[in-house]
């Protein structure tokens, strides 16, 4: 796929978001699978992290920037969530959250956070990250 063809199939899948029936599990799902490399997004810089379209032509994503992204899709479709640096296991990790959501891109799906051991160590939103989400 071109890389105007990439942005395109993401700009159509978006647009499409807010109106459906569960949003964050399709953005969960979706995102479950873009291709993987070990890494990408470091966590702790986000002075360095790429805009969302960048993300998208990069084609390659780490855990961190399967995160990101995952923001990225909501924030663009209108879809209300948070950022979240959280640790998991002891590994730091970039994160979904809608309210006591967490949107898990391991298995696809939307898990009430009460039931997952992580810290959260720092919260964005869309306005936080103006200079990477024009919103």
Same mark, same amino acid.
């Given at each position: ?8 199939? =993401?700009?159509? =899948?978006r647009?499409e #978001?807010?109106a /459906? !029936?569960?949003p @964050?599990t399709?953005?969960?799902?979706? =995102?479950?699978?873009?291709?993987l *490399?070990?890494?990408?997004v470091?966590? &702790?810089r986000?002075?360095? =992290?790429?805009?969302?379209w960048s ?11 399967q995160?990101?992204?995952m923001f990225y ?5 209108? +879809? ?6 959280? /640790? ?7 994160? +979904?959250?809608?309210?006591?959501k967490?949107?898990?891109y @391991?298995?696809?799906? +939307?898990?009430? /956070?009460e039931? *997952?051991?992580?810290?959260? #160590?720092?919260t &964005?939103?869309a306005s936080? #990250? !103006?200079?990477? *989400?024009? +919103?």
């Amino acid at each position: 796929m071109d890389r105007q063809s990439k942005l395109a199939a =993401w700009r159509d =899948w978006r647009n499409e #978001l807010a109106a /459906m !029936a569960d949003p @964050y599990t399709e953005v969960a799902e979706w =995102w479950k699978f873009v291709p993987l *490399v070990n890494k990408k997004v470091d966590p &702790w810089r986000s002075e360095l =992290w790429p805009d969302p379209w960048s993300l998208v032509l990069g084609g390659e994503f780490c855990p961190n920037a399967q995160g990101l992204g995952m923001f990225y899709s909501c924030v663009l479709s209108s +879809v209300d969530c948070e950022l979240v640096l959280a /640790m998991v296991e002891e590994v730091p990790r970039l994160m +979904v959250t809608a309210g006591n959501k967490l949107l898990n891109y @391991y298995d696809g799906e +939307v898990i009430d /956070m009460e039931t *997952v051991n992580l810290q959260i #160590l720092q919260t &964005w939103t869309a306005s936080d #990250l !103006a200079r990477l *989400v024009k +919103v």
